[in-house]
């Protein structure tokens, strides 16, 4: 287990702590809600979020303005889980929202791209574009509860599409055109869509990618489809001569002179359709509403990232990651949203991000673990551009070591708040992470985010505190998920999440709450490391492994096996002209006893050509352990969902030699 810091690495200033949001609220709601708590303290405000839900998310919902067709009859009829009922009466529309806080002339989106030119979409181009694309989709025979897909990368044409869609009361989902075209139809072909936006093609390290045959091969698996709607984003000349007759081009469909008239729908009428990893079968389609959404990307942006009118986030993700859900939502505080279509780290310049961040005066700047530890093993100094307007950077996708925060420090500044935070497409939110407020312990999650009551669960599933357990929920939160789709009784809805503890949701990562308030994140417990007993994070050793210069990507895999033994070996992509030989074998466990423990030391050290993720670029921990185990590739992983498919009979054969070994 990662031991917890003494002291915080950062601390607020408390000049700037007294002008966020957040603390206006906490003074707002003391003082209209009528709360004896001093509710500037972010440790009673989070207290009060979570044993007063009710007063809780209903001040959210005034301090916010949210405009209702109708009103709610009460915030929470129904406290159960899964089935809570969240201001029961209330009709809305999330798109807006989305739209209602644009100034006409000042930037609503910025379009980005890897040749570091982009485009301005200011808030009355945008609303006009939305406007626009509607009417289309109404003349395609689009209506309320009807399903729209996007096969787009990152640019404002999928914000615009989306919008469009939510507008009149379709639903949405959208995934990366990196997906090979059967991939995208097994997530798209089970809510049998009406229409699809595709785009022509996307940029990706200096490389221009064609997808137009491969929108055509996916218009062809969706037999529901009335319409294609191709997007010219990448200039491709003409369309190729076997496109199906009614397809439209983009600029038809958004040119057109319309009012926006937004249909108001109930609070929990399905909003988007994200989708699990599906690694294994069929991806889940996970539905969440309208309200939920709007509630929690509220909180969750105005509250906790401190967005409002006249700043800019910069968060580099794809389309089919949750966190791009958050980057439309910024528009719902006022903010700029920043688009981007490329690879975060150039062959030709690595420090593209941090460029366009300086250009464009970013003020949160969000990435991944991944990311800045390959800025700092690489030598990339983003200081030499000027970051003086990110006050925040936010990082979610896996843990984020201890190591990093220092990097950030020195090479991006010492005023910037490295917040931390862990989530999930279940929740299209965060479970934990941090608030302008609230300083920062190196290595781990400021708190809990307000509204989650969030707790570790030892295994007998009582709550405990400075020691590892199972991340769970105790209350529910407006933007769970109002079912799977096509899971007509609940069944995998429930089992998915309430099946160990009735009533609790049950996430599947270890954690640990500290006793100074923080969190911190040990990796995936379906993929535990339990060797004699002792339950191990994942995460814990990859920190210290990938902290080693010799050592690019790291993957520690505990294996039960057929005669009661447990293999524990460690998958090791070594760094560019580093070669792993026994000197360097005895450094990383020395590495391990030393900045783990001697229990978290592997018993074999393997170099592998590359780690295996998921499109969405989680380690894919449970399948390797099953590969490991000899489970039949067929039944362990989808490869149109793995980044390196070629790497899938590399980890199964390794298994087969351990076995044979074993057994010869």
């Given at each position: 287990?990662t031991?917890?810091?003494?002291?915080?690495?950062w601390?607020?200033?408390?000049?700037?702590?007294?002008?966020?949001?957040?603390?206006?609220?906490?003074?707002?709601?003391?003082?209209?809600?009528?709360?004896?708590?001093d509710?500037?303290?972010?440790?009673?405000?989070h207290?009060?979020?979570?044993?007063?839900?009710?007063?809780?998310?209903?001040?959210?919902?005034?301090y916010?303005?949210?405009?209702?067709?109708?009103?709610?009859?009460r915030?929470?009829a129904?406290?159960?889980?899964?089935g809570?009922?969240?201001f029961?009466?209330?009709?809305?529309?999330?798109?807006?929202?989305?739209?209602?806080?644009?100034?006409?002339?000042?930037?609503?989106?910025?379009?980005?791209?890897?040749?570091?030119?982009?485009?301005?979409?200011?808030?009355?181009r945008?609303?006009?574009?939305?406007?626009?694309?509607?009417?289309?989709?109404?003349?395609?025979?689009?209506?309320?509860?009807?399903?729209?897909?996007?096969?787009?990368?990152?640019?404002?044409?999928?914000?615009?599409?989306?919008?469009?869609?939510?507008?009149l009361?379709?639903?949405w989902?959208?995934?990366?055109?990196?997906?090979?075209?059967?991939a995208?139809?097994?997530?798209f072909?089970?809510?049998?869509?009406?229409?699809?936006?595709?785009?022509?093609?996307?940029?990706?390290?200096?490389?221009?990618?064609?997808?137009?045959?491969?929108?055509?091969?996916?218009?062809?698996?969706?037999?529901?489809?009335k319409?294609?709607?191709?997007?010219?984003?990448?200039?491709?000349?003409g369309?190729?001569?076997?496109?199906?007759?009614?397809?439209?081009?983009?600029?038809?469909?958004?040119?057109?002179?319309?009012?926006?008239?937004?249909?108001?729908?109930?609070f929990?009428?399905?909003?988007?359709?994200?989708?699990?990893?599906?690694?294994?079968?069929?991806p889940?389609?996970?539905?969440?509403g309208?309200?939920?959404?709007?509630?929690?990307?509220?909180?969750?942006?105005?509250?906790?990232?401190?967005?409002g009118?006249?700043?800019?986030?910069?968060?580099?993700?794809?389309t089919?990651?949750?966190?791009?859900?958050l980057?439309?939502?910024?528009?719902?505080t006022?903010?700029?949203?920043?688009?981007?279509?490329g690879s975060?780290a150039?062959?030709?310049?690595?420090?593209?991000?941090?460029?366009?961040?300086?250009?464009?005066?970013?003020?949160?700047?969000?990435t991944?673990?991944?990311y800045l530890?390959?800025?700092?093993?690489?030598?990339?100094?983003?200081?030499?551009?000027?970051l003086?307007?990110?006050?925040?950077?936010?990082?979610?996708?896996?843990?984020?070591?201890?190591s990093?925060?220092?990097?950030?420090?020195?090479h991006?500044?010492?005023?910037?708040?490295?917040?931390?935070?862990?989530?999930?497409?279940?929740?299209?939110?965060?479970?934990?992470?941090?608030?302008?407020?609230?300083?920062?312990?190196?290595?781990?999650?400021?708190?809990?985010?307000?509204?989650?009551?969030?707790?570790?669960?030892?295994?007998?599933?009582?709550?405990?505190?400075?020691?590892v357990?199972?991340?769970?929920?105790?209350?529910?939160?407006?933007?769970?998920?109002?079912?799977?789709?096509?899971?007509?009784?609940?069944?995998?809805?429930?089992?998915?999440?309430?099946?160990?503890?009735?009533?609790v949701?049950?996430?599947?990562?270890?954690?640990?709450?500290?006793?100074h308030?923080?969190?911190?994140?040990?990796?995936?417990?379906?993929?535990?490391?339990?060797?004699?007993g002792?339950?191990?994070?994942?995460?814990d050793i990859?920190?210290?492994?990938?902290?080693?210069?010799?050592?690019?990507?790291?993957?520690?895999?505990?294996?039960?096996?057929p005669?009661?033994?447990?293999w524990?070996?460690l998958?090791?992509?070594?760094a560019a002209?580093?070669?792993?030989?026994?000197?360097?074998?005895?450094?990383?466990?020395?590495?391990?006893?030393?900045?783990?423990?001697?229990r978290h030391?592997p018993?074999?050290?393997?170099e592998?050509?590359?780690?295996?993720?998921?499109?969405?670029?989680?380690?894919?921990?449970?399948?390797?352990?099953?590969?490991?185990?000899?489970?039949?590739?067929?039944?362990?992983?989808?490869?149109?969902?793995?980044d390196?498919?070629?790497?899938?009979?590399?980890?199964?054969?390794?298994?087969?030699?351990?076995?044979?070994?074993r057994?010869?």
């Amino acid at each position: 287990m990662t031991t917890p810091y003494a002291t915080p690495f950062w601390t607020p200033d408390p000049e700037s702590t007294g002008r966020s949001r957040i603390a206006d609220f906490g003074r707002w709601a003391a003082e209209h809600r009528g709360v004896e708590a001093d509710l500037r303290d972010y440790t009673a405000l989070h207290r009060w979020s979570v044993t007063d839900l009710e007063s809780f998310w209903g001040a959210v919902w005034e301090y916010f303005r949210i405009d209702a067709d109708t009103p709610y009859e009460r915030v929470l009829a129904e406290e159960t889980m899964p089935g809570a009922r969240w201001f029961p009466g209330a009709t809305l529309n999330y798109a807006h929202h989305a739209l209602r806080n644009l100034a006409d002339d000042d930037p609503a989106v910025i379009a980005l791209d890897e040749t570091g030119s982009g485009y301005e979409v200011t808030g009355k181009r945008l609303r006009s574009q939305v406007a626009s694309v509607a009417a289309t989709l109404r003349d395609l025979g689009v209506g309320q509860g009807d399903r729209v897909v996007g096969y787009l990368p990152n640019t404002p044409h999928a914000i615009v599409a989306f919008l469009a869609a939510a507008s009149l009361g379709a639903v949405w989902s959208v995934c990366g055109q990196d997906y090979a075209p059967q991939a995208a139809a097994d997530r798209f072909g089970q809510l049998e869509p009406t229409v699809l936006i595709a785009a022509d093609g996307y940029l990706f390290n200096a490389t221009t990618y064609d997808r137009r045959e491969a929108a055509l091969e996916l218009a062809r698996a969706l037999p529901t489809l009335k319409a294609t709607v191709l997007v010219d984003h990448v200039g491709l000349p003409g369309l190729p001569s076997n496109y199906p007759s009614l397809v439209l081009p983009w600029e038809e469909a958004v040119t057109r002179t319309e009012e926006l008239a937004c249909t108001p729908v109930p609070f929990d009428h399905p909003l988007w359709v994200l989708f699990s990893s599906g690694t294994t079968g069929l991806p889940k389609g996970i539905v969440h509403g309208h309200g939920g959404v709007l509630v929690e990307h509220l909180k969750t942006l105005g509250l906790h990232s401190d967005l409002g009118p006249g700043d800019r986030l910069l968060w580099y993700t794809t389309t089919h990651w949750m966190m791009w859900n958050l980057v439309v939502s910024t528009l719902l505080t006022g903010a700029t949203t920043c688009t981007y279509d490329g690879s975060p780290a150039l062959l030709t310049q690595p420090d593209i991000l941090w460029e366009l961040a300086a250009r464009h005066r970013v003020t949160l700047f969000g990435t991944s673990p991944q990311y800045l530890l390959g800025m700092a093993k690489f030598g990339i100094d983003p200081s030499t551009h000027d970051l003086s307007a990110v006050r925040a950077i936010g990082c979610t996708g896996s843990a984020l070591p201890a190591s990093a925060y220092p990097w950030v420090r020195d090479h991006v500044g010492e005023h910037v708040q490295l917040v931390s935070t862990s989530g999930g497409t279940d929740i299209a939110s965060g479970f934990a992470g941090g608030a302008p407020t609230l300083p920062v312990w190196a290595g781990e999650l400021s708190a809990p985010c307000l509204g989650v009551a969030l707790a570790a669960y030892d295994e007998e599933g009582r709550p405990v505190v400075d020691q590892v357990g199972e991340l769970v929920v105790t209350r529910p939160m407006p933007s769970m998920p109002l079912r799977f789709w096509n899971d007509p009784d609940g069944t995998r809805y429930h089992d998915a999440y309430f099946s160990t503890y009735e009533g609790v949701w049950r996430h599947g990562d270890w954690i640990t709450l500290t006793s100074h308030g923080s969190v911190i994140v040990h990796g995936r417990s379906d993929s535990t490391l339990n060797r004699n007993g002792v339950r191990l994070g994942s995460a814990d050793i990859h920190d210290v492994v990938e902290r080693l210069p010799e050592i690019a990507e790291a993957l520690v895999i505990g294996a039960e096996e057929p005669d009661g033994g447990y293999w524990m070996p460690l998958f090791v992509v070594l760094a560019a002209g580093r070669e792993l030989d026994d000197a360097l074998r005895e450094r990383i466990r020395e590495a391990v006893r030393t900045g783990a423990s001697p229990r978290h030391v592997p018993d074999e050290i393997i170099e592998v050509p590359a780690i295996p993720h998921t499109r969405t670029g989680k380690k894919l921990e449970v399948p390797v352990k099953r590969l490991l185990q000899g489970a039949p590739v067929e039944q362990v992983v989808n490869p149109a969902t793995v980044d390196h498919p070629e790497l899938i009979g590399l980890y199964a054969r390794l298994g087969a030699d351990r076995r044979a070994q074993r057994h010869g």
